[in-house]
């Protein structure tokens, strides 16, 4: 059958219209404020997909309109292209990541909404951890965005990473208060992070009064922490689950702990019955931390601590330990120098290896978010090739369930972790 074409009568062709690129097209008009009274940022036509799909952020260049002078941080709703809401969250015009969605309906963002948050991420960690020392919030995975507390017993430590959390932090405080009451409430807003924000960096105690150092009780040992100027929080809660993996094999092993900062895997494995252990950092006062811990719980014939650059440690001591631990700094700070970072996780995992007696186990990490697994166990092969040693992965670890892992945000999957056997 031979196809016809519909005669629908003369087309009439319009004149000197602008292209949708023209520079004569006035810009978008911002949208009155919803009924919440917020104001309204409207994404480009075809941007909203990612968040669709259950991403938090939205980036500046997928922003068609906003009000004009809106000030970092201000609760804003977020409209597709086609006018239907993604849902209310922060909004900074001075950030990369100009959005951060709280919720998909148009809500108010008041006490009892950051309260309830923080109840059900509560009730999340109480269902793992027997203890009270956990982080309680880790940001867009407990649907709080740029948000992080951890809890050290009776002492909350608050983290903010971005303007929005900043401008809503008397709420924070105010939610804390209501579910019970605490020694004290710090303030840590000291990470770089904040600087892509462009955020000011500041310590201080938010509500009541902190001892130096602060006192604890995680997977049985009293540990020491300075929540003040220790790294990050004062303690990396995120390598609980591998501490214990690692503290598994050490029962009549000798222990190198490098990077060790407060003695987390070191005094784990000391507790486990590790022969000794050999704690290396560059920070004096992270070792002093770990010693004071030793002592508290026994543990001090047993570890030694070396206050010493980790990698020149590696390269000019030639003793050999059953189990080696290697859980580096975030070397890949971004893209722009992860090959350089993969290249030091190269130079590190092989000069580990090397440290390894036969039969025995290295431990690895990388708390880089810019590399990959796919990647990190690609090193772990070279590094095996090039320090001449046959490996077997037993383990593969990463973040504790306190760090839970939002599917459809790759960004909060960031540990990676790997146990040896090596021959």
Not at 64 to 84: I, K, N
Not at 283 to 296: C, D, F, H, I, V
Not at 317 to 325: A, D, I, Q
Request: hydrophobic share 40%; net charge positive.
């Amino acid at each position: 059958m031979t196809s016809r074409r519909i005669n629908k009568g003369p087309r009439r062709l319009k004149k000197n219209v602008p292209s949708p690129q023209s520079p004569t097209l006035k810009q978008p008009v911002p949208l009155p404020a919803g009924p919440s009274g917020l104001p309204t940022i409207q994404l480009r036509h075809n941007e909203d997909r990612r968040v669709r799909r259950g991403h938090l952020w939205v980036f500046s260049n997928e922003v068609s309109s906003a009000p004009a002078d809106l000030t970092p941080g201000t609760l804003v709703r977020f409209l597709t292209g086609r006018e239907e809401l993604l849902g209310v969250g922060y909004y900074n015009p001075r950030s990369l990541i100009a959005g951060r969605l709280l919720d998909r309906r148009e809500t108010l963002v008041d006490a009892e909404f950051i309260a309830s948050r923080l109840r059900r991420a509560l009730d999340l960690r109480q269902r793992f951890f027997q203890d009270d020392a956990y982080r309680w919030v880790f940001g867009e995975s407990d649907d709080l965005p740029g948000l992080v507390i951890d809890r050290y017993g009776d002492v909350c430590v608050v983290e903010s990473f971005s303007a929005g959390v900043d401008r809503l932090l008397p709420l924070v405080v105010e939610a804390l208060e209501s579910i019970q009451p605490w020694k004290a409430i710090v303030l840590r807003n000291d990470a770089s992070a904040r600087r892509l924000e462009h955020l000011p960096s500041e310590i201080r105690v938010l509500t009541g009064t902190v001892d130096t150092p602060h006192w604890f009780t995680s997977d049985g040992l009293d540990w020491a922490a300075d929540l003040l100027q220790g790294q990050k929080t004062g303690f990396f809660f995120d390598q609980r689950l591998n501490r214990t993996a690692v503290a598994s094999l050490a029962k009549g092993r000798s222990v190198l702990d490098v990077f060790c900062h407060t003695g987390g895997f070191g005094l784990l494995s000391a507790k486990a019955g590790a022969s000794r252990v050999v704690g290396v950092d560059s920070s004096a006062p992270a070792l002093a931390l770990a010693q004071l811990t030793a002592e508290k719980n026994g543990l001090t014939p047993l570890c030694t601590w070396e206050n010493a650059d980790a990698f020149e440690h590696l390269l000019t001591h030639s003793e050999t330990f059953g189990l080696v631990v290697v859980d580096p700094p975030r070397l890949a700070v971004s893209k722009n120098n992860l090959s350089d970072a993969l290249k030091a996780y190269l130079r590190l995992n092989t000069l580990a290896l090397r440290r390894v007696s036969g039969g025995g186990f290295l431990a690895s990490a990388s708390c880089s978010g810019h590399v990959t697994r796919e990647e990190f166990r690609q090193v772990l092969s070279r590094a095996a090739h090039e320090s001449g040693r046959k490996v077997k992965i037993v383990f593969q670890g990463g973040q504790g369930p306190d760090h839970p892992i939002r599917p459809s945000m790759p960004e909060t999957d960031y540990l990676k972790f790997a146990l040896m056997h090596v021959l």
